[in-house]
Structure formats: structure tokens, C-alpha cells
């Protein structure tokens, strides 16, 4: 019986695209945050920020488009983990809510 081998980041349900884009987040405050969005898959995103926010934390973003005939990508998401990343932080997200 053959078995095809995959390496373990093909074995996500849904692959993650390399966009290195600007993010805007949104804290339950209303306080605005900028950010580098730098992977986004169909459940999640990992964003590059500069500040430190708790994992359960949810999060509005927004990651605008350079093309009219794409709408910008609006979502609710939460922290899962946030951990220092040179002289800022890097948050692995969970998407909740796709809202555009």
C-alpha cells in the first residue's frame, strides 16, 4: 500500500498565503492599531504589531485593497498566542467572523 508523505504545513486544512500587507486593528476600546499582516489562511492570520495584546483578546481588522474590483477584507478575530518578535510582537489569530 503506498502513502503518499506530506510535510506538516500541508496538512492544514486550509494552506496559508504569504501577503505581507498592511493590517488596521481595532481593540475593544476603539483604539486604532497598524500592523503587518503577514500570512492569512481561511481561519486565521498572523499579524506583526508593535503592541502586546492577551490572548482571548477580539480584534476588528482590516486589511485595505490596492485593487477596485476586490473589496478590503474586514474581519473578527481572536488572539491565540502573542509573543515578542524583534522590537515588536507577533499574534496568531483565529478568524470568528468574516465581515466583508
Do not use: W
Amino acid at each position: 500500500m503506498a502513502m503518499t508523505m506530506r510535510d506538516y504545513s500541508e496538512k492544514r486544512d486550509f494552506h496559508r498565503m504569504q501577503v505581507n500587507s498592511e493590517v488596521i486593528i481595532t481593540d475593544s476600546l476603539g483604539k486604532e492599531h497598524h500592523g503587518i499582516c503577514k500570512d492569512l489562511s481561511g481561519t486565521g492570520m498572523q499579524i506583526q504589531v508593535d503592541t502586546d495584546f492577551p490572548e482571548g483578546s477580539e480584534l476588528q481588522t482590516l486589511l485595505p485593497s490596492n485593487n477596485d474590483q476586490f473589496p478590503p477584507f474586514e474581519a473578527t478575530v481572536e488572539v491565540l498566542r502573542c509573543h515578542q518578535h524583534g522590537d515588536g510582537f507577533l499574534l496568531g489569530v483565529a478568524i470568528k467572523e468574516v465581515k466583508r
